[in-house]
């Protein structure tokens, strides 16, 4: 669950915040996104599809300031061992990620999560 400190404030329509994300040793990245339930960015939930990642997890809940936000996942299977990412896959995911992102508004910071973070 991404971190908000409102959810009177969105980064694009329908988005409250964008987390790009590697397990450790960071070569296959997932896209965690804080959404708005009842106004979904629905044209980059199919853009993500259209790029072949899949959602991995859906959860809803109240924020402390009684807004909902709907928690998403998204992992895509690379070809590599354990279905990571080869280097070739992980810059061309990237470049589509940033593009689709970039596109509406958002810049994102891909990161290593901590060890707790990956298997909490």
């Not at 995911?93 to 994102?108: K, Q, R, V």
Request: proline share 6%; net charge negative; aromatic share 10%.
């Amino acid at each position: 669950m991404l971190f908000l400190k409102s959810t009177t404030v969105t980064k694009a329509p329908g988005i409250y915040d964008v987390d790009i994300a590697a397990k450790p040793p960071g070569k296959t990245f997932g896209v965690f996104m804080a959404t708005d339930p009842d106004n979904p960015p629905a044209e980059v939930l199919a853009a993500l599809a259209a790029m072949g990642f899949k959602n991995t997890y859906s959860g809803g809940y109240t924020h402390k300031d009684r807004g909902k936000v709907l928690d998403l996942h998204f992992q895509k299977d690379g070809t590599d061992l354990f279905q990571g990412w080869k280097a070739e896959e992980m810059e061309a995911n990237m470049a589509a990620i940033t593009a689709l992102f970039s596109g509406i508004g958002i810049t994102i910071a891909p990161r290593v999560m901590t060890l707790a973070e990956a298997y909490a």
